[in-house]
């Protein structure tokens, strides 16, 4: 009776309907479900993201030109029409959802090329998009404050991402980071030295040794970051990715082992649009 009540709150999987759910663990802490969000105009908006009640986090993506030329930062949310963000990002808190921004990504255009370039785009982070107010400064979200910043550094070098994490950080700004499964992250193991990053998104795909032996990669980066919390990161649809796992082979293989981890965080979601085409996380 208690483990039936339990499943569809917590998350663990529901083998009959197929649904993934928010994981519980041993001690009875729920896990959270994030989900990234702006890669596809047909995923719907962001207040729709929200209103479905799976979330707790929405990563929206992303921030991704910055530090070739100083002064020129742009966004791409994939034919989504920034003006209507800044609204649903409120809605969106007032549900109780986190908002982040996440910077790089796949494709743009983006590099840390000098010390200078870390500190120019950290204030342009915090008076566009967080607490700052600057004369002359864009806030493509209106008066909308993003609740923090997602590091995804996919592609360039890995220089002076430590020197942008801490500047944010000692403005109070939350820090998360998206890394690849294979420990370590070359592009981030510098920044998360720092010890400033409060979460870690593993992404247990596009890598194949780490398709075959996800609970390992994830093991390896809760040992080496003990005050972070780490999310395990999944795509929505085979059509994504090889390195797509079922829900029976994610609880199974993975999620019944690591959720009684002190540090496991969660599930997170890539992305939005799959997840609502393929129902991955069992909305209704």
Known sequence: MKMKALLPVAAMLLLVSGQLAAPVTADGYVGQLAV????HKEEGSLREACDTGRYNIVVITFYNVFGYQRGRYGLDFSGHPVAAVGADIKHCQSKGVQVLLSI???????????????SDVADNLWNAYLGGRRAGVPRPFGDAVVDGIDFFIDQGGADHYEQLARQLHGRGVLLTATV??????????AALATGVFARIHVRIFGDDQCTMFPKDAWEKWAAAYPWCTVFLTVVASPEQDEGYMFQKDLYYGVQQFIDKEPNYGGIAIWDRYYDKKANYSGEG
């Open 36 to 39: 990234f969000w702006g890669r």
């Open 104 to 118: 790089g990504g796949q494709g743009g255009e983006y590099s840390l090329p000098s010390s200078q370039s870390a």
């Open 180 to 189: 690849r499964c294979a420990y370590p992250d070359s592009r981030m193991e």
